[in-house]
């Protein structure tokens, strides 16, 4: 009992099924059926927790759907270190985010649909993170993709959600096309999808192919953990219910990706240029999601946009060879971020689905378990010490760090550009400084000063213990994960427990490395930022305005998203033109051109359907005579 | 020469001609409505050939020859003739709902002397039993077609039908007769030997020649398919059903038998004429489909096509050692026996609209997920699953199909079926984005909701099962089409090939 994985998945499924089949005549039921079977689902991932501790890994063939030759279709489970800690982490906060979810979509006439998509969203990651085998992944990886596009599009009445929906379907669309394919060439050159004997065949593998496998997946992770240039989705899929927003698009969908190059690591460990494509991809988003978040003024956003440059930096530790480092960011972030994200929710709840910064402001008496948790949340992203991020993020910029150091020559060198990791790591900090410096700015303006819109605070109230008690758990979890998972550093339980996965989890070595004065210098960079925001916002410091002169151009650079939405939009109207143009060529030549055929043939042959004893038969006995000619003249003459 | 303990093996046959005969002398003895009769006494015929079927096998599993070696009893028969009596039971229900009390019985007694003549077909070792066994198959049908005789289009239907088919069947005995006077023998198994004797000479391929066109009009396979569309569309629907299904897959079993048994020589011959056809099969099939109005037109150029994926299979098989593994006749078996399955609940769903609206126009699917939610769940079951969408059986079918086209080393026969599939899926699709995604028109709403208590509470429900039966095996054998396929393994493996 303790050891059975398909329990996991199995509660989220039956509740899917109970809520769509029955939650229409019961709506009131549906939140709790949800949060029952994945508080079950969390139970049984402790407990499996428990019962695997020490074994390396345990994989059990559930069914095996199609076995035909050599090739085979299984479901199957692999649940080793890394399995387990994304379930605990895809299940715990998922069950925090179902339980809110019952007091965020109380008054929602719909919520039968809502916790229906939900408790499929948990069953199909779960099958995600479980699988032992890429086609099975990649199954759910779609199956993820669709909750995210029913679940962004919830409120289906709101043009802007519709259209948010399809954003992200069409972009992750991109991204999976270049999965699929590097999935079939995986296919074509190892003979197996799964991951055990992938790598078991990595010694004898092609070079190239290997490289060109490890990037066409990790296009598919960029689609999927939001990453440049296939970011543009994740901020408008935050016209989906708060929780939606948690859940999928900041704790657990989107870190898929991160978990896909860490899933692989021996693959990537064997193709350093796909690594370095992983880590500079990674630095790159971080740093530009970092600045477009300091200029955002709906709350969601500013969290969307921190979402997209945390997941660069785990794909940031990922290309420095620091897999472990990555799931630990993954975990911690998964916390914190959910923190905030139900914290603004509980914020938007309590302004009647106000999401604008500029209409908040002095809601922290109003919301003193909200702001509280929330404080500690943003503290966490700000990666001061002793919070969750901290930890994680120290770790990050440290792996980057010695990856740096590791090349004398620092130049772009035979180790695959060692010397971009100096660069990669002044980005690390810059991130940090702005990272700090956003989320404080976000939490002065919402919480802090006069309330800008008297009628909104007035009406302001605290949500219900649903939505209070996961906020407090999570900010338990962001404050203490770090230092429980991370102490001591590189070394720390994490880090022992994911080394157990070994064979499937490559560990980078610590070194002897200035531990310490790297922790000192994030934290001064993270402080850095911290103070300027509350210098600015806070004190009323001219701080932004002198930016300003010093950089005039770049706060319309950073409002306009670096003008990538708009070169997406342009690419995607460009796309659907050309879609369209050769649909309509497809009609017209070639559907058009098969009906008019036929009705010529027809006419031809003599009759239409009506006027059919007036030869057609004939006809068609002169088509079997011709067949007739061809098939024993073809085979005579052709033997 | 005839042992007596050979009828032992041939109950099953004897109990369908009984239930014919019965069902002749009912409709000649009694008066009133006998629907409840008719299909009472064709159910309770074919359930008990079943058991029969399973109760008579032969004690080794090997395949046992009888009368003199005309008819053979193996697994690969076996196979086929419980699929079959499961379709011909299916049709009789689906006709109760169709037909009045006395067409109803003919129309049983006629599929009861169909299902002979298919059970006898795949049981074939001999020629002569072959063409007999044809001709008791397709000489029913033709009446079937033409059933409502009253209606101009179904009787104009089993008249090219017939024509067409006597054509064919012309065809066949001039290709036996070629072969027997090649080999001087009419079974099949010595026929390899006096065509291997004598080598690809013109004379065999000619034989061959005529033999496979023959059996590609029985299989509607281009350019012999002609009579297809038409004839589903003129015949009343349940017998469209069967014939679309039924002879179908019988004459893909002989066609299968003949290419691995008596032919087996020529094949790699037989390989790339196959090839060649079964190419013309699935395109002309999937792109004639694409431009259909009329549901059972549709149907038909569907089933041309899946034909044409049949067809890849079987050139497939004369490639390989038959029997010896997977590759090869059991994905055949298997696409028949799940073809069969959704193609027949498709005709049932395009029944019940037909009821509903009076009409086979596509465009009566519109908004059928508003007003009829089960046979448009289903109906959507049977369209994803002809496309070949995972999990559905027919994305297994085509697996394993697609799998022993590649180990014969037809990869581009392999790439036209996958890519004539996503064809394909243009119009299957169309017809679930009709039923789930538009509004209906009003007057079909209004003439349906008039329709609607037409039919009897008892055979609507009938109905009902029939189309929840097809659904659910369609959607089963697509998760656990392991099953399946072993019995199809097992079958081929204890066969006379």
């Known amino acids: ?639 | 020469m005839i042992e007596p303990g050979d009828l032992g093996y041939v109950v099953p046959e004897l109990i369908v001609l009984g239930t014919a005969l019965t069902l002749l002398l009912w409709a000649a003895i009694t008066r009133g409505d006998r629907r409840w009769m008719s299909v009472s006494i064709a159910l309770a015929g074919n359930g008990s050939a079943a058991l029969m079927l399973f109760m008579r096998t032969p004690a080794d599993g090997a395949a046992v020859e009888l009368f003199a070696g005309q008819l053979v009893v193996d697994g690969y028969s076996t196979f086929f003739r419980t699929l079959f009596l499961l379709l011909a039971s299916l049709a009789i229900v689906f006709g109760a709902q169709r037909f009045p009390s006395a067409p109803l019985i003919d129309f049983a007694a006629l599929l009861q002397f169909s299902l002979l003549g298919m059970m006898l077909l795949v049981g074939a070792a001999d020629w002569a039993t072959a063409f007999i066994a044809i001709e008791t198959m397709a000489i029913p049908v033709y009446v079937l077609v033409g059933l409502t005789r009253f209606r101009r289009a179904s009787l104009e239907a089993a008249m090219k039908y017939f024509a067409l088919g006597a054509f064919a069947s012309a065809v066949l005995v001039y290709g036996i007769a070629w072969s027997y006077g090649l080999t001087g023998t009419t079974s099949l198994a010595e026929t390899a030997d006096g065509i291997a004797s004598r080598g690809d000479e013109p004379w065999s391929l000619f034989a061959l020649g005529l033999i496979l066109v023959a059996l590609g009009f029985k299989v509607a396979a281009v350019p012999f398919h002609a009579w297809t569309p038409d004839a589903y569309q003129g015949a009343p629907t349940p017998a469209a059903a069967f014939v679309s299904v039924g002879p179908k897959v019988a004459a893909m079993a002989l066609l299968a038998r003949v290419v691995t048994l008596a032919f087996e020589p020529l094949a790699a011959n037989i390989t790339v004429a196959l090839a060649v056809i079964a190419a013309a099969t699935m395109i002309l099939g999937n792109l004639a489909a694409i431009a259909q109005s009329d549901v059972k037109r549709m149907l038909g150029y569907s089933s041309i096509a899946h034909t044409g994926y049949m067809l890849v299979g079987v050139a497939a098989v004369s490639q390989t050692d038959a029997g010896a593994d997977f590759v090869g006749v059991p994905s055949v078996l298997f696409y028949g026996f799940v073809y069969a399955l959704m193609t027949f609940g498709a005709f049932a769903v395009a029944y019940v609209v037909e009821a509903q609206t009076d009409s086979n126009d596509l465009s009566a699917f519109r908004g059928l997920a508003r007003r009829s939610m089960l046979p448009a769940a289903a109906m959507a079951v049977f369209m994803l699953s002809l496309t070949g969408v995972p999990p559905l059986s027919g994305f297994l079918g085509k697996l394993y199909i697609l799998q022993s086209a590649v180990d014969a080393g037809l990869g581009w026969l392999a790439v036209t079926l996958v890519v004539t599939s996503v064809v394909s899926a243009f119009y299957y699709l169309r017809v679930v984005v009709l039923m789930f995604m538009e509004d209906e028109d009003a007057p079909a709403a209004a003439s349906a909701a008039a329709d609607a208590p037409a039919a009897s509470g008892a055979v609507a429900d009938a109905h009902s099962a029939v189309v929840a039966v097809t659904a659910g095996a369609t959607v089963a054998f697509g998760i656990v089409g392991g099953g399946l396929l072993a019995w199809a393994q097992a079958a081929v493996a204890s066969s006379l090939l």
């Open chain 1, 1 to 639: 009992m303790l050891n059975a994985p398909w329990i996991i998945p199995l509660l989220p499924l039956a509740a899917f099924a109970v809520n769509g089949l029955f939650g229409r005549r019961n709506p009131r039921w549906t939140g709790w059926v949800s949060t029952a079977a994945v508080v079950g689902s969390f139970a049984a991932t402790v407990a499996l927790w428990i019962a695997s501790a020490g074994a390396d890994q345990d994989e059990s063939l559930l069914y095996r759907w199609v076995a035909s030759g050599g090739f085979t279709i299984d479901i199957a489970f692999l649940t080793d270190a890394l399995t387990i800690v994304m379930l605990l982490v895809v299940t715990g906060v998922s069950a925090l985010v179902s339980l809110y979810a019952v007091g965020y979509m109380d008054h929602d006439a719909n919520k039968p649909r809502f916790f229906t998509w939900i408790p499929l969203f948990v069953f199909s990651m779960i099958m995600l993170v479980i699988s032992d085998n890429l086609l099975q992944l990649f199954v759910f990886w779609e199956m993820v993709g669709l909750c995210s596009y029913l679940l962004i599009g919830y409120w289906y009445d709101r043009d802007s959600a519709n259209a948010a929906a399809t954003k992200a379907f069409l972009v992750n669309r991109i991204g999976d096309f270049g999965f699929a394919i590097g999935i079939i060439l995986a296919f074509l050159e190892f003979g197996t999808l799964r991951y055990r004997e992938i790598f078991a065949g990595l010694g004898s593998a092609d070079a190239g192919m290997v490289t060109a496998i490890a990037c066409l997946l990790f296009v598919g992770a960029m689609g999927k953990s939001a990453q440049f240039p296939l970011h543009v989705w994740l901020p408008d899929a935050m016209e989906g219910p708060t929780p939606v927003s948690a859940l999928i698009h900041a704790a657990t969908m989107v870190t898929a990706g991160v978990y896909l190059v860490v899933r692989m690591n021996p693959l990537y460990t064997q193709a350093p240029e796909a690594l370095l494509l992983v880590a500079a991809v990674g630095a790159f988003t971080a740093v530009l999601a970092a600045t477009i978040a300091l200029v955002q003024t709906d709350i969601k956003r500013v969290l969307a946009y921190s979402t997209v440059s945390q997941l660069g930096l785990m794909f940031l530790a990922a290309g420095a060879g620091a897999y472990t480092v990555a799931i630990f960011h993954l975990a911690t972030h998964a916390f914190f971020k959910a923190l905030l994200f139900l914290g603004s929710g509980s914020v938007i709840h309590a302004l009647n689905d106000e999401q604008d910064m500029r209409r908040m402001g002095g809601l922290r008496r109003k919301l003193p378990v909200t702001y509280a948790t929330f404080i500690l949340g943003g503290l966490a992203l700000a990666a001061v010490f002793p919070l969750a991020g901290f930890w994680s993020k120290d770790e990050v910029l440290a792996h980057v760090f010695l990856k740096a150091a590791a090349d004398p020559g620092g130049a772009l060198t035979a180790d695959h550009g060692a010397g971009v990791f100096w660069l990669f790591y002044a980005t690390g900090l810059t991130v940090s400084v702005l990272t700090a410096f956003y989320t404080f700015r976000m939490i002065v303006k919402t919480f802090h000063g006069a309330p800008r819109d008297a009628a909104l605070h007035e009406h302001a109230h605290e949500s219900p213990w649903v939505m209070t008690v996961p906020l407090i758990v999570l900010a338990a979890g962001a404050a203490l994960s770090g230092a429980v998972l991370g102490i001591p550093p590189e070394h720390g339980v994490i880090h022992g427990y994911l080394e157990h996965a070994a064979g499937v989890l490559h560990l980078e070595g610590a070194g002897a490395a200035p531990t310490l004065i790297l922790a000192v210098v994030s934290t001064v960079a993270a402080l850095t930022g911290l103070l300027l925001a509350l210098g600015a916002y806070g004190r009323g410091l001219p701080i932004p305005q002198r930016a300003r002169a010093l950089a005039p151009g770049a706060e319309t650079l950073f409002r306009q998203k670096w003008y990538l939405d708009h070169l997406g939009d342009g690419f995607m109207v460009a796309l659907t033109k050309a879609a369209a143009m050769l649909s309509w060529g497809f009609d017209a030549g070639v559907v058009d051109g098969i009906v008019n055929g036929v009705g010529k043939l027809s006419r031809f042959a003599g009759g239409q359907a009506g006027r059919i004893q007036t030869g057609q038969a004939q006809n068609y006995a002169l088509l079997m005579v011709v067949g007739l000619v061809l098939t024993v003249g073809g085979l005579v003459l052709f033997r």
